[in-house]
Nanobody
Framework: QVQLVESGGGSVQAGGSLNISCTGF????????VAWFRQAPGNQREGVAA???????NYAEFVKDRCTILRDNAKHTVLLQINNLGADDTAIYYC????????????????????WGQGTQVTVSS
């Protein structure tokens, strides 16, 4: 069993940066592929970025030029940074993980992930 805990959400000014982290408990973190998803009111949950143990990463097109995902296996943590935030980035951000490795870019589909955190609210204000 894996427990995922997100932290670092809150209110952010438009044009600013988002830094949120996901910490994993209860499993060999170094063997997990970890992803970030988000869900805005009325919208489906969508993949933002993912990272394998290699690490190989994958980014959604809507954040590709302004997003970085990093992992620190010693701290059992995956970090997500998004720059130049806009109102469309307002959402609940969820961390997800699965004990599966991809040699290529990891998937950004919700069905690929087994374990989920509770989410952290991010609100971008102008």
């Amino acid at each position: 069993q894996v427990q995922l805990v997100e932290s670092g959400g809150g209110s952010v000014q438009a044009g600013g940066s988002l830094n949120i982290s996901c910490t994993g408990f209860g499993y060999s973190f170094y063997s997990l592929t970890v992803a970030w998803f988000r869900q805005a009111p009325g919208n489906q949950r969508e993949g933002v970025a993912a990272i394998t143990v290699t690490p190989s990463s994958n980014y959604a097109e809507f954040v590709k030029d302004r997003c970085t995902i990093l992992r620190d296996n010693a701290k059992h943590t995956v970090l997500l940074q998004i720059n130049n935030l806009g109102a469309d980035d307002t959402a609940i951000y969820y961390c997800a993980a699965v004990p599966t490795h991809w040699w290529g870019p990891p998937p950004l589909e919700t069905a690929a992930y087994t374990y989920w955190g509770q989410g952290t609210q991010v609100t971008v204000s102008s």
